[in-house]
């Protein structure tokens, strides 16, 4: 048996393709920024979710390089880094997080590593937060882990809603003070934020003020781009309140989890859903199928809502029983797939989640 000899230009060649092969593989990431540009000079922004990277992506348009850790499709609170995404976040001149339990992770890598705090933005530093609630025939989640909601310090007023709560959280309350129902549910901050467009404008008003901390020589850039999109979250924020204003109901019904604390309280809305927050458990107990189903019915609700991701196996059922169809609402942590390669971005999630509250209303 003979041994085949390869000349050694063969096999230098051989060897560079399995490498780039290897670090293709294992650098696969989705990223807001333009994969062909040059990425020299521009300011490297992590995030974790989606609402910081479009964020970031609009305010720093080609200034920035913006990477999302969370991968397109993927479920946003079963997502733990990788040792890459340890080494990327190091390696960046900024850093995004929410500041909610689910990134919980993050606080402890910030405790082992050296990186700095000028380098990261929390995002519910710089806005009113709300804890989690359990409303009316709302199964509660005895598995949700994480910090109980005194735990981070916020800014910001108390917010009034229609289920008339005193929840808000601000720099160093206690939030002894809530309606919440189940005393041995542990009290959590909402993480979202981004549902209500006035906070989505605070996040990308701090997001251009790092922005223009860490390049100053492009601060004239950042502020008309902040400026441009501030406008028209305004306008967004407009729309949702003329659209509700104008609306025959006021109730909306979720046979899924509730991840709209946030925009329920902007625009005054009822709501009745399965579980608090993105709650760890999804499977309702018989009570609250049953509440959900009297509701819908007593109400006369020809249409209930889903998050996206969703199996709709609760929603399903609710359906069958009432004859009510099917909505979506995005809660915009992530993208699907088919979303990031259309460039889906945050305004038009949230008309598109306008246009299915109101055909829900009317």
């Not at 490498?19 to 000079?41: E, H, I, Q, V, W």
Request: aromatic share 8%; charged share 25%.
């Amino acid at each position: 048996m003979h041994n085949k000899k390869y000349p050694a230009y063969t096999l230098v060649l051989t060897i560079i393709i399995l490498a780039l092969a290897l670090l293709s593989a294992c650098s696969k990431t989705y990223s807001n920024s333009s994969p062909d540009a040059s990425s020299a000079g521009r300011v490297k922004i992590i995030t974790v979710n989606f609402p910081p990277a479009d964020f970031s992506r609009i305010v720093g348009k080609d200034l920035v390089e913006v990477r999302q850790l969370l991968l397109p499709g993927v479920e946003s609170h079963v997502f733990e880094p990788t040792p890459q995404d340890i080494i990327a976040i190091k390696e960046a001149d900024l850093f995004i997080y929410g500041g909610g339990s689910s990134d919980n992770w993050v606080r402890n890598l910030l405790e082992d590593s050296e990186i700095s705090s000028e380098n990261t933005l929390i995002m519910m530093d710089y806005v009113t937060t709300v804890i989690e609630e359990t409303t009316e025939g709302m199964q509660e989640d005895h598995d949700h882990t994480g910090d109980a909601a005194d735990d981070h310090n916020h800014t910001g007023d108390d917010a009034d809603d229609s289920h008339v709560h005193d929840d808000s959280v601000g720099h160093g309350d206690d939030n002894d003070g809530n309606n919440h129902t189940g005393d041995h549910h542990v009290l959590e901050l909402d993480e979202h934020i981004w549902t209500d467009p006035e906070n989505a404008i605070k996040i990308s008003a701090a997001i251009q003020n790092k922005l223009i901390e860490l390049d100053t020589d492009n601060a004239e850039e950042y502020r008309t781009n902040y400026n441009a999109f501030a406008k028209e979250l305004h306008e967004l924020d407009n729309e949702w309140h003329k659209g509700i204003a104008d609306s025959k109901r006021n109730t909306l019904i979720f046979a899924d989890r509730f991840p709209f604390r946030y925009l329920t309280d902007a625009y005054e809305l009822e709501y009745y859903a399965a579980f608090p927050g993105c709650a760890a458990e999804t499977e309702p107990n018989p009570a609250t199928i049953v509440f959900l189903i009297n509701k819908v019915k007593d109400e006369a609700i020809p249409y209930i809502f889903t998050i996206e991701m969703s199996n709709q196996a609760l929603a399903g059922t609710v359906a069958e029983a009432t004859g009510a169809e099917i909505l979506q609402l995005h809660s915009l942590h992530n993208l699907t797939v088919e979303e990031a390669n259309e460039n889906t971005s945050y305004l038009d999630l949230m008309y598109k989640n306008l246009e299915n509250v109101l055909k829900a209303l009317n």
